[in-house]
């Protein structure tokens, strides 16, 4: 499948692939109301990703029938949701940057706008959701706070990438995007009383990998489960 | 400059008639979801919508509601297109429509401050069952994107808060 570069095809991969991710928790989440709660977050995702990946092209085809090395999303997305403190990590990570990511492109006249003006408000209550559970979890009991600050560690590799400019949005600050990521999680960390983590914030690749294609040792699994129905059934409807 | 005539007043009314699939205590013009019809040729006409929330499922049904109604009204010819901007925000839901997710059990939404950032959560939240204002967060989301879910410390009755968008 042929697809034109644009950078609706980086955001929507990574909104769509974090969706399906949180998808997973659903029969599994520790309480009621954080099934719901990661179910509903997932929903807004999924919604950003079809209005993203049908200004691409077809959405479907594009979710259902590209290989992995088409997709265009962070690394940090498609990491294992791990215990529930990983799932909090990465969404505490992400969030943040998706919020000041769509703040500043809704402020802009990119065919973006649009979209990235109404997500950003959903997307807030995203941040919130992380923020209050990483106080929690870190605050917490020492197992709590033990296994929070060993998911934020876990992630930080993933975080360089957030901030490698993106073809195609050439007005976004990168730089300043990154002072006030770092900033919001250094507050949210501190007030929780756990410590920013250190260290490489790549792997062994280098950083913006996902986004010319290259991803982790899970995503295939994840690409099979989420692909296979189509797949196994094309055009199928019920 | 847009005039909108008779018969484009009396398509809106209809297709504002019709209830939300998720919420049908509301309509579509009570919730403030429908921005626009249009009448652009003779039994042809063409209807914006605004989605409440990016990813809300309900957007499909709602779109096929009021097709119908419009063909069951004479129009042979109905394209529902879903707008995001400017933004859907709870600000759009009437006075009105208000008053019945108050009466259906489901605390309507406080008004939003300025664009931008999640609502200050000062204001408090009144029980829609026994009408106290010492209520409690349980969890930022419910049954559905657009709810969040609470708790009344009076009568102990937990309940729906349609939360500030």
């Given amino acids: ?238 | 400059m847009v005039t909108t005539t008779a018969l484009e007043e009396e398509l809106r009314a209809l297709a504002g008639s019709v209830p939300d699939p998720e919420l049908p205590v509301l309509t579509l013009a009570e919730l403030g979801v429908l921005r626009h019809v249009q009448l652009i040729a003779p039994g042809r006409v063409e209807v914006h919508l605004t989605p409440t929330y990016t990813g809300c499922p309900a957007i499909e049904t709602m779109s096929a509601d009021i097709e119908r109604v419009l063909h069951d009204h004479g129009i042979p010819e109905v394209e529902v297109r879903t707008v995001l901007s400017p933004p859907w925000t709870t600000d759009a839901i009437t006075a009105e429509g208000r008053r019945k997710l108050a009466e259906f059990g489901i605390a309507p939404p406080r008004p939003t401050g300025p664009a931008g950032g999640p609502v200050a959560v000062d204001l408090a939240i009144r029980c829609p069952h026994c009408g106290s204002t010492d209520t409690t967060l349980l969890s930022r989301f419910s049954s559905t994107a657009c709810k969040a879910l609470r708790r009344c410390e009076s009568c102990r009755e937990p309940f729906d808060h349609f939360k500030e968008l």
């Fill in chain 1, 1 to 238: 499948m042929n697809v034109t570069a644009t950078p609706a095809l980086p955001l929507g991969d990574d909104a769509l692939i974090l969706s399906h991710r949180l998808g997973e928790w659903a029969g599994h989440a520790p309480v009621l109301e954080e099934e719901v709660a990661l179910a509903n977050i997932a929903l807004d995702l999924l919604g950003q990703a079809r209005v993203l990946l049908s200004l691409v092209g077809d959405e479907d085809e594009l979710a259902y029938l590209r290989e992995e090395r088409q997709f265009r999303n962070l690394q940090l997305v498609e990491q294992p949701n791990g215990d529930f403190a990983h799932t909090i990590a990465r969404q505490l990570y992400f969030s943040t940057y998706q919020e000041l990511l769509f703040g500043h492109l809704a402020a802009t006249d990119s065919e973006l706008a649009p979209l990235t003006a109404k997500a950003v408000k959903e997307v807030a209550y995203h941040r919130d959701h992380a923020h209050q559970w990483t106080l929690r979890l870190g605050d917490g009991t020492e197992e709590s706070h033990t296994r929070m600050q060993r998911a934020l560690d876990a992630l930080w590799r993933f975080t360089g990438e957030l901030f490698e400019p993106v073809e195609g949005l050439d007005t976004v600050p990168w730089p300043a995007l990154h002072d006030s990521w770092t900033a919001r999680i250094t507050a949210t960390l501190e007030q929780a009383t756990l410590t920013v983590p250190e260290g490489p914030r790549h792997g062994a690749w280098r950083a913006g990998a996902g986004r010319q294609g290259l991803h982790t040792e899970s995503f295939g699994r994840l690409l099979a489960e989420m692909q296979h129905l189509h797949r196994s059934h094309p055009g199928a409807a019920w």
